[in-house]
């Protein structure tokens, strides 16, 4: 699924299940707690912290879908192609960074 289709489903999803895009205020404060969720796993299955028996049930995977949903209603709501965004920034990214990681030691 490409990006324009997912920003395509999570309209209509809005559209059939919700009321309405909780405004952009709102919105954020959400990507910011499934975020939060998200570093939350990290920290304590890959990092130095403890995993509590109730992190063990935590699915990675089902918190980076909820920023991605997230994501991608904000974008809808603002008005912002996201798949022509991500383009340009790979692109940018392309040509910014590939020297510059490739002569980095750090990453040898």
Not at 36 to 61: F, H, M, N, T
């Amino acid at each position: 699924m490409n990006i324009s289709i997912a920003q395509q489903a999570v309209d209509e999803w809005i559209k059939a299940h919700g009321v309405r895009y909780f405004n952009e205020l709102t919105n954020m404060a959400q990507l910011t707690e499934e975020v939060g969720e998200v570093a939350r796993i990290i920290a304590r299955r890959y990092g130095e912290q403890s995993e509590k028996p109730s992190d063990r049930e935590k699915d990675l995977g089902e918190e980076l879908a909820d920023v991605l949903f997230v994501v991608l209603c904000l974008a809808n709501q603002t008005g912002i192609d996201l798949q022509k965004a991500f383009d340009r920034k790979l692109d940018l990214k392309a040509k910014r960074d590939h020297k510059r990681h490739q002569e980095n030691k750090k990453l040898k």
